[in-house]
C-alpha cells in the first residue's frame, strides 16, 4: 500500500491498542487469516465467524460473549468485503461451514439475504436500536458509524476547520495554494463504503455536485481504504480527509494522532455494519445468541467502549466536534438496511454516479475491482 512506512509506526501503536477498526488493505484470497479464540471453559462448540471487519475491533465483543458463553470457541477469518460477497454467494445454499456473516459493505450483505442465503432469527426488536438497522428478522445492524470530516492540527488552523460541506467548498477555493495536493477521500471505484457514502451525499442535491468539483480541483488523494486516509493525516501527508468513518477517526486521535474530528452540521450520513446467520449455519443456535449479544444493551456498551465508540442513544463523543447524534437527529442520513440498497447498487445507476464522480475529480477510467 503506498505510503505505508511513513506512518508505519502510528499505525501499529493503533492496532496494538485494538483501537483502530481498520478496513484492510487488499489481499488475495489464498491469504485470507484466521484467528482462533479458544473457549474459556469446557469447550463443546466452534463458532465460524467470516466477516469483513478487523479483528482488532471485533477482539472486546468475541472476548466479552465467552464471558457469558464459555462453552463456545470462535474461528474469525477476515476478508476484504468483495472476497466475502463472492465467498458467500457461491455457497449460500449450504453456507460452507460458516456460521455468522458481518460486514461494513450493508449492500452486499442485503443482496445476499434477499437472495435467500440467511434464517429468520426471531429476535425481538431492540427499543435501543432503530428500524431501519435491521431487515427481515435475517439483516441486523450493530454499529453507529457518522461519516465526518477530519483535519490535521498542525496543518490547519481553527478558524479554516470548517463544519458544513458549503464551508469546505468555500476554504478549498479561497486557499488552494494551501490545500491543493492535501485533501483525502475514499476512491468510489475501489472502496465498498466510498461508494456507499457518495450514493447517500447525492442525495443532497447540487451541493455533492460542488463537494466533487471542489475535491477535483484541489487534486484529491483517493485511497481504497480507512487505514491509508488516517495515516496520511496522521503524518501530516494530507491536512484534510472528507467523508471518513468517524469511529476509526476517533480512534486514531485517541491513540495519538494529531486530529480534529468534525461531525458535519448541514447532515450525516451514518452507516450501520452487518451480520446474519446463514440458512445453513451449523452451529445456529450459538450463531443466534451472538448476534443477540451484538444488538443488547450489554454488547452496544462493550462496543462503544472498546471499538466504534458512537452509539445509538445519541451521547457525546468528546472527540468529536459536533451534535450529538440521536436517531431522531434532524441532520441524521442513515443508510438504511433496505431493499432501497439494491437499487442504489443497480448497474446503471451504479455506473452513472461513478461517471459523474469521474469527470468531476478527474479519476481515471477503468473500474478496478471493489475493494473495503
Known sequence: MPGRGLAAGFRGRVLRLGLLCALLAPRAASALETHRFPAPGAEALTLAVHAATDLSAMRPLIEDFQAMRPDVAVAYTEYVTAELFERMRASCAGAGGVDLVLSSSVDQLLKLVNDGCARKLGLPASGALPRWTRWRDELFGFTFEPAVIVYNRDAVPPEDRRRTRAGLIDLLRARPELYAGRIGTYDVTSSGIGYLFSAYDARGGAVFGRVMEALGRARVTLSCCTTELLDALASGRLAIGYNLLGS?????????????????????????????????????????????????????????????????????????????????????????????????????????????????????????????
Open 248 to 372: 476509526y477517526a476517533v480512534a486514531a486521535q485517541r491513540a495519538g494522532a494529531p486530529l480534529q474530528v468534525v461531525i458535519p452540521r448541514d447532515y450525516t450520513v451514518v452507516l450501520s455494519r452487518a451480520v446474519f446467520v446463514p440458512k445453513g449455519a451449523p452451529q445456529a443456535e450459538a450463531a443466534r445468541a451472538f448476534v443477540a449479544y451484538l444488538l443488547s444493551e450489554r454488547g452496544q456498551a462493550r462496543a462503544r467502549a472498546g471499538s466504534f465508540v458512537f452509539g445509538f442513544d445519541g451521547a457525546d463523543v468528546p472527540e468529536a466536534d459536533g451534535p450529538a447524534l440521536a436517531p431522531a437527529s434532524a441532520i441524521l442520513r442513515p443508510i438504511e438496511i433496505s431493499p432501497e440498497l439494491l437499487a442504489i447498487q443497480d448497474r446503471a445507476k451504479r455506473a452513472r454516479l461513478i461517471g459523474e464522480w469521474r469527470s468531476a475529480v478527474g479519476a481515471p477510467s477503468p473500474d478496478p475491482p471493489q475493494r473495503p
